[in-house]
């Protein structure tokens, strides 16, 4: 009976120690949750100055063999490239499980990979996917490692590598909902930076901005200013999905560790309540042993 109590208090040990760590766990994730949140808000009015400056050429047309710019020309066919932004870390529920799923979706034969997280790396290694390139996903991740990111994935395509460029990532919804979503950033398809606002719906839209676009004069021509903000627009695209991505694993991390919290503190009350029923148990059978004892010697 003694033996069985310290194993019980020790297992009550042990998952303290576990509550405590992943408590410490889901306050560092909710401050890194809202910082991310908050960088992806303050780069909202850019982000929609930067689509207003591109909207009135959103129905234009350009042809790629009398000199276009190559940034907005559909091909058919051909390879495809897939950034896949994962995360460097584990323990954020099944934030990874479900992003990496809709990896199937795409041919093995035709699709190459760069990955920015180590997860994504790992589950494409074990898959034998083609990987071009990987890298890391800081916590301070700023707009020069994502151009980095961006610049390698254009250059793959104004090679003519590949026809397009997809972006495989996590989608904020709110703090409790992340999906797995993919864009198409090259060739362009549309001006629109992306979900600046995580998850609000009262952003304008594409054509309400438009409305309010004034007419420019373009000096020295159109094609020059598009050569010139088209990359850079490509650029603040892709740095914004990773932002976006980041709320969504910090987000997902706080949710899994609080969780784990809760779990750890109800097993705890479940080992309580055994403990001392076993104690009582104990004491019982104790007196029953010596009020027997007592009725014999009487």
């Not at 990496?100 to 180590?118: A, I, M, N, W, Y």
């Not at 438009?210 to 598009?226: G, S, W």
């Amino acid at each position: 009976m003694a033996a069985n109590t310290r194993d019980i208090r020790r297992r009550i040990k042990s998952v303290k120690n576990t509550a405590q760590i992943t408590k410490a766990m889901q306050m560092v994730a909710a401050s890194k949750m809202r910082k991310a949140q908050m960088a992806a808000l303050a780069s909202r009015p850019y982000a929609q100055e930067l689509s207003r400056l591109l909207l009135p050429f959103a129905s234009m047309e350009f042809d790629h063999e009398s000199g276009g710019q190559p940034l907005l020309q559909n091909r058919k066919g051909g390879r495809d490239l897939v950034l896949l932004v994962s995360t460097d870390k584990g323990l954020c529920g099944a934030l990874n499980t479900n992003l990496l799923r809709e990896v199937s979706h795409f041919d093995p034969e035709t699709t190459d990979f760069v990955c920015v997280g180590k997860k994504g790396l790992q589950f494409l290694a074990r898959a034998k996917r083609t990987v071009l390139a990987e890298f890391h996903l800081k916590d301070n991740f700023s707009f020069f490692d994502a151009q980095a990111v961006a610049k390698f994935c254009l250059d793959r395509f104004l090679e003519g590598h590949v026809n397009r460029v997809t972006v495989l990532y996590s989608h904020y919804v709110n703090t409790l909902t992340q999906n797995p979503s993919q864009r198409v950033v090259v060739p362009v398809q549309s001006f629109d930076v992306g979900h600046a606002e995580l998850g609000r719906d009262d952003a304008p839209s594409d054509t309400a901005v438009k409305a309010e676009v004034p007419e420019y004069i373009l000096e020295p021509n159109q094609m020059d200013f598009l050569n010139s903000l088209l990359p850079h627009f490509v650029f603040y695209k892709i740095f914004h999905i990773i932002l976006e991505s980041r709320a969504s694993e910090h987000s997902a991390r706080m949710v899994a560790m609080k969780n784990a919290t809760d779990n750890a503190k109800q097993i705890i009350k479940d080992l309580t309540l055994e403990y001392n029923k076993i104690r009582q148990a104990s004491i019982t059978t104790e007196i029953l042993e010596i009020a027997t004892a007592q009725m014999i010697l009487s």
